[in-house]
């Protein structure tokens, strides 16, 4: 089975441009997450995505924003890029949809964003 | 107040030595899960081992154990028999149940670990 693929890897942006990440969940995976990782740090939540709605969301502003598409990818978008949105955006993907304690998040490789 | 607090940004173990890597935690929720991720330098978070807050006994995976102890509100991670590729950065997480759970974990600041011959 295909794990969780992200792409681009690495990408150069300057502040004020707009950004969109992709995420390919692992095969039989219908809930996918995302998280910013600024150097040095652990990953932070912005959102989780389930049937192609939002259903959960972390301490970030609305200029992050999502989608899910009906194969269960997913979109992360960031419009009016920061300096401090400089970071590692992970995206993560589970089976099931509602919380399962045991329910263990696979992680991509990430997509390092630069914002100069 | 931290949620998930790991202590040690950096630890040393010679290789075939065992090593314990520190984590406390902070909740009110009472079900809730503990989990340990290892990223390498490459940057994917992996899965290592998984405690659930009713689990009666300590979660063991191949060379990972989980020293839950639940009253102090601790969940470190031992791996046994270190080898060369266990260098890499730790993470301790928290999934709270009631407030949501899902996918959101709350993560450490992680512990740089380095195996050495």
């Known amino acids: 089975e295909t794990g969780v693929t992200q792409s681009p890897t690495h990408l150069i942006k300057t502040r004020g441009q707009q950004v969109t990440l992709r995420c390919s969940s692992q095969s039989g995976h219908n809930t996918v997450s995302w998280y910013q990782q600024a150097l040095g740090q652990g990953p932070q939540f912005i959102f989780q995505?389930?049937?192609?709605?939002?259903?959960g969301r972390g301490n970030f502003p609305p200029r992050f924003s999502g989608l899910q598409f009906p194969n269960y990818s997913s979109e992360l978008n960031v419009n009016a890029l920061e300096l401090d949105d400089s970071a590692l955006y992970l995206c993560?993907?589970?089976?099931?949809?509602?919380?399962?304690?045991?329910?263990?998040?696979?992680f991509g490789a990430g997509s390092r964003l630069t914002v100069l | 107040a931290q949620k998930i607090t790991q202590t040690q940004p950096g630890m040393f173990v010679q290789e075939k030595e065992a090593v314990t890597l520190d984590c406390t935690y902070d909740?009110?929720?009472?079900?809730?899960?503990l989990f340990w991720y290892k990223q390498p330098s490459s940057g994917e978070m992996i899965f290592l081992i998984y405690?659930?807050?009713?689990?009666?006994q300590n979660a063991t995976e191949g060379r990972y154990s989980l020293n839950f102890q639940k009253a102090r509100k601790s969940a470190n991670l031992v791996i046994s028999a270190s080898q060369l590729g266990d260098s890499a950065m730790y993470f301790c997480?928290?999934?709270?149940?009631?407030?949501?759970?899902?996918?959101?974990?709350?993560f450490g600041t992680g512990t740089q670990l380095k195996v050495e011959l």
């Open positions: 995505y389930y049937r192609e709605e939002e259903n």
């Open positions: 909740t009110s929720d009472p079900s809730y899960g």
């Open positions: 993560a993907s589970s089976p099931g949809g509602a919380a399962s304690g045991a329910n263990v998040l696979t």
């Open positions: 997480a928290m999934r709270e149940v009631a407030t949501g759970g899902g996918n959101k974990l709350t």
């Open positions: 405690q659930g807050s009713y689990d009666q």
